[in-house]
């Protein structure tokens, strides 16, 4: 078999007929096979089934207006890209409403993050169904594969973790054939499911994860992120007026950008790739034939200054009832209880009597983790925050980027500086 490659599309690039069609193109116009191709849900698609989720456990009086708008969505593309042909294309996005409607009817799961992931998926197997049947229209040979039999992970749903050794089985019966036979895959992004075949998923925005796993457990020679965004930039382009595309970057540095938040590609996508040394490049979907920018082994050298901005932050101040110092085995009760709930500390700090942790504004956990923590400590929780972290930044662009914001709390640690901000919003 030649060298494998893997494309991946995010909701922006098939959000409509359109971006379809323009997908379409990409892959018509590589001759490369074999190739996997890795779908999101179209649009804000997963937004939509994240409030058809609230609404069925707090108002399900909202559900049939949400589902018939979820289905009017899908149908119009459909019938946009394929017309007097989509007769097969409906019967499939039938069956999936059949099935969404099935678990709807039913009460709420107790588990909220288990009942979130048997909803959620079927924004990704819609959008492959879509894109599937157009591509055959389009006479671009394929098959369309459900990542819930080859993403093999536990049963932590939401964040579900990869069972390697089952995925590589999977990926060797299910996916290699598939290539030897037809030349492409096409399978969906962010989903996955237990050995007990429950749906999972791998954490928001974790196609790209996708894409990662089934590159390493491929031996792919590389893998392809299409964005809405010229490449890796220096900087949020909505936010800042001066940003610039960053031609090549190492993993490290890719791994620090998202640890720290940089929305451009998920947290957990580069390890996979560093392990076995497979490039990724990030290029725009409206412009393919620009570069973009690549991820590779290579160092990166004389880097600009780079800024992440995490928006919805929150600032934990824990101290202890009694008024002791903030000891070791306090700071062990309280990161088993982040652990436990899965909640991501974006940046901490330690004093005598208090312990301060910035994390992402998660409603329901902070107020589990309140809960638990409320009995042995006074918890305040400060909202609106911004966490900006800046790095490979000399002194006079920190100036100019702080100017006019209300700082709460600044860190440095060798070339990264970050710091609280009161959002502007």
């Excluded at 708008?69 to 996005?93: C, R």
């Excluded at 098959?143 to 080859?150: E, F, K, P, S």
């Excluded at 880097?303 to 928006?311: C, D, H, K, Q």
Aim: charged content about 25%; overall charge negative.
């Amino acid at each position: 078999m030649h060298p494998i490659e893997i494309y991946k599309f995010g909701g922006a690039s098939v959000k409509d007929a359109t971006a379809i069609r323009n997908a379409a193109q990409i892959l018509k116009s590589t001759s490369q096979r074999p190739l996997v191709v890795v779908i999101s849900a179209m649009g804000k698609t997963t937004n939509a089934l994240e409030e058809l989720i609230r609404a069925h456990y707090n108002d399900p009086t909202l559900i049939s207006g949400l589902v018939s708008k979820l289905k009017a969505y899908h149908e119009e593309v459909a019938f946009e890209l394929l017309a007097d042909e989509a007769t097969g294309l409906m019967a499939d996005l039938h069956d999936l409403w059949v099935e969404l409607n099935w678990i709807l009817e039913e009460e709420p799961h107790p588990n909220y993050n288990y009942h979130y992931d048997q909803i959620i998926v079927f924004g990704e197997l819609a959008s492959t169904k879509i894109v599937s049947a157009y591509l055959a229209k389009e006479g671009i040979t394929h098959q369309w594969l459900d990542a819930r039999g080859i993403i093999k992970t536990d049963g932590e749903f939401r964040e579900a973790r990869i069972l390697w050794d089952l995925t590589q089985s999977a990926v060797d019966t299910i996916v290699r054939p598939s290539l030897d036979q037809s030349g492409m895959a096409v399978t969906q992004g962010f989903i996955g499911s237990t050995v007990y075949n429950e749906s999972t998923t791998l954490g928001r925005e974790g196609s790209d994860y996708t894409a990662a796993v089934l590159a390493y457990a491929l031996d792919a020679e590389s893998v392809t992120i299409w964005k809405d965004v010229p490449g890796i930039m220096t900087g949020d382009p909505k936010r800042f007026d001066k940003v610039a595309r960053l031609e090549e970057i190492s993993y490290q540095e890719a791994i620090e950008m998202t640890y720290y938040g940089a929305k451009v590609i998920h947290p957990k996508t580069i390890k996979p790739l560093q392990n076995k040394n497979i490039p990724m490049y990030v290029r725009p979907f409206d412009n393919p034939s620009l570069h973009g920018t690549k991820i590779s082994a290579a160092e990166s050298d004389f880097l600009p200054p780079i800024v992440v901005v995490e928006s919805d932050q929150v600032l934990l101040e824990i101290a202890t009832r009694d008024f002791s110092f903030v000891a070791e085995e306090h700071l062990s009760e309280i990161f088993t209880r982040v652990a436990a709930l899965r909640i991501k500390v974006n940046s901490m700090r330690n004093t005598a009597l208090s312990f301060m942790l910035c994390v992402r504004n998660e409603k329901d956990k902070l107020e589990k983790l309140k809960q638990e923590l409320t009995a042995r400590y006074h918890i305040s929780i400060r909202e609106g925050l911004e966490l900006i972290t800046v790095r490979h930044a000399n002194q006079k662009f920190l100036d100019q980027l702080e100017k006019g914001k209300d700082i709460i709390l600044e860190e440095r640690f060798g070339d990264t500086d970050q710091f609280i901000v009161k959002s502007e919003k």
